[in-house]
T-cell receptor
Framework: DTAVSQTPKYLVTQMGNDKSIKCEQN?????MYWYKQDSKKFLKIMFS???????INETVPNRFSPKSPDKAHLNLHINSLELGDSAVYFC???????????????FGAGSRLTVL | QKEVEQNSGPLSVPEGAIASLNCTYS??????FFWYRQYSGKSPELIMS????GDKEDGRFTAQLNKASQYVSLLIRDSQPSDSATYLC?????????????FGDGTTLTVKP
């Protein structure tokens, strides 16, 4: 049973299109994240939700909109895709409240987005 | 100044040697420190955590923390080719609500047989 699962694993699309990536975790964690890893392998946080509430919203274009219908799911919708959006997007979760527990992240396998 | 800085790679060591990975952080309030390993094409996975000054050993891995110097390191003894990966440092400040999980840019380690 996969702890953090993302779909799709690969996504190839044209500039200007709108696409979504879905994430689900079965660990019972409170907090979920979206990270972007670019071609240089830098891993940058985009968003974080704690119990469906947005708590971290880094400097990310408005074209990116996260949605958390419940604490086990965090989806990422991207409008008007641009070439620079090509990256691997990782979903992660953690047990959020404890300082020693938080930041122990469990990552999904990643979704590789290629914008042509 | 970046929040988290890691020694620039790539780092190459021969099999059996000690690999030393370094990380400095800017937030003096950081209380928890984590090392993640990411194999090429895979997702990051936690390998070590350390909360107190000093050393923490787990098998061939030793994490060292010096909060006064805002420095944390990871030593890999008897390096194996299977240790070839990118290692990410992730300090965490104490007062963050549910954790702003900031990563360093990573150090890519290659262990040559």
């Amino acid at each position: 049973d996969t702890a953090v699962s993302q779909t799709p694993k690969y996504l190839v699309t044209q500039m200007g299109n709108d696409k979504s990536i879905k994430c689900e975790q079965n660990l019972g964690h409170d907090t979920m994240y979206w990270y972007k890893q670019d071609s240089k392998k830098f891993l940058k946080i985009m968003f974080s939700y704690n119990n469906k509430e947005l708590i971290i919203n880094e400097t990310v274009p408005n074209r990116f909109s996260p949605k958390s219908p419940d604490k086990a799911h965090l989806n990422l919708h991207i409008n008007s895709l641009e070439l620079g959006d090509s990256a691997v997007y990782f979903c992660a979760s953690s047990q959020g409240r404890s300082p020693s527990g938080a930041n122990v992240l469990t990552f999904g396998a990643g979704s590789r987005l290629t914008v042509l | 100044q970046k929040e988290v800085e890691q020694n620039s790679g790539p780092l190459s060591v021969p099999e059996g040697a000690i690999a030393s990975l370094n990380c400095t952080y800017s937030d003096r309030g950081s209380q928890s420190f984590f090392w993640y390993r990411q194999y090429s094409g895979k997702s990051p996975e936690l390998i070590m955590s350390i909360y107190s000054n000093g050393d923490k050993e787990d098998g061939r891995f030793t994490a060292q923390l010096n909060k006064a110097s805002q420095y944390v390191s990871l030593l890999i003894r008897d390096s194996q080719p299977s240790d070839s990966a990118t290692y990410l440092c992730a300090p965490r400040p104490f007062n963050t609500n549910a954790g702003k999980s900031t990563f360093g840019d990573g150090t890519t380690l290659t262990v040559k047989p």
